[in-house]
């Protein structure tokens, strides 16, 4: 196959089989090696390493803007042609089974790692196709809203928040600022719009909102009404912890300071309605 050349509907086909086979795998907690599948995938369609592998992240690109998980490590890439779309698409609707180990794996209790470490990143970039709208519309789950209920992931990740704050203060000599950490919402209830009141190094009072997920860097979130405008009150001393790979011994954290409405693309995903 010559470099460059439109993927045929039967590469998409093997590609985007082979791609889901190993996210239902990882859903269910089984191991698989990546370099093997693309081994598989270039015997079969005699594509190169390189560009299976950039396909397998167009294929996270889709599943990304259809609110469906991914498997993680393909950072998705968003230049993606629309039979691929298709075939996404079309694979995702016919695999009951991977809809269910997606459930199963999106609901479950957060599995308790005591010697896990922070891995405290950046941002990641996140580009998004013009077929979005489209794809949202395509899926039968939004996963995206289902992690998001998923409380007691939720306060899992609130709490370990709490003691990364009041460790990351004692450990600048802050013991009498890490022994006023409060897990506000938990304390005081919550729609406060914020998580927990922790502080900077200099002193001062900070107000953390956190997010967690199971998925990578890129998963979406969902965000109240209320923590926007919050964030927009308190900009100055606002910050979005967004916690990922939370299952993971190596958790990951991004920060996002000031209103959400300037750290954050925001698209309306459910609005309250009464009669007009």
């Not at 809809?99 to 308790?112: G, H, N, S, Y």
């Not at 709490?159 to 704050?165: D, G, H, K, P, S």
């Not at 927009?232 to 939370?246: M, N």
Request: charged share 30%.
């Amino acid at each position: 196959m010559a470099a460059g050349e439109s993927w045929s509907p039967f590469e998409n086909e093997v590609i985007v089989s082979a791609y889901l086979d190993m996210l239902d795998r990882e859903l269910r907690g089984e191991p698989f090696v990546k370099s093997k599948v693309n081994e598989d995938v270039r015997q079969k369609i005699g594509r190169s390493r390189g560009s299976v592998e950039y396909k397998f992240q167009n294929v996270s690109a889709v599943l990304i803007e259809l609110s469906h998980p991914y498997v993680r490590g393909y950072k998705a890439a968003s230049n993606f042609q629309e039979s691929l779309r298709d075939s996404v698409v079309a694979q995702v609707q016919a695999r009951t089974d991977l809809r269910t180990a997606a459930l199963d794996d999106f609901t479950r209790e957060p599995t308790p790692h005591p010697d896990f470490a922070w891995n405290l990143t950046d941002a990641p970039s996140v580009e998004f196709s013009p077929h979005r709208d489209f794809l949202r519309r395509a899926t039968k789950v939004d996963f995206v809203q289902v992690d998001a209920a998923n409380r007691s992931l939720g306060l899992a990740g609130e709490r370990a928040v709490v003691e990364l704050e009041r460790t990351r203060l004692q450990q600048a000599g802050l013991d009498s600022l890490a022994r006023q950490v409060r897990h506000a919402s938990q304390d005081e209830g919550d729609g406060l719009g914020y998580d927990i009141r922790s502080f900077d190094l200099s002193g001062e009072e900070k107000f953390v909102e956190v997010k967690t997920t199971r998925r990578g860097p890129q998963w979406p979130m969902l965000i109240s009404r209320n923590e926007v405008q919050f964030s927009q009150e308190e900009s100055a001393r606002f910050h979005l912890y967004r916690v990922f790979d939370f299952d993971q011994p190596i958790r990951g954290l991004y920060e996002l300071p000031g209103s959400i409405t300037q750290s954050c693309t925001l698209r309306p995903a459910v609005y309250e309605a009464l009669p007009a």
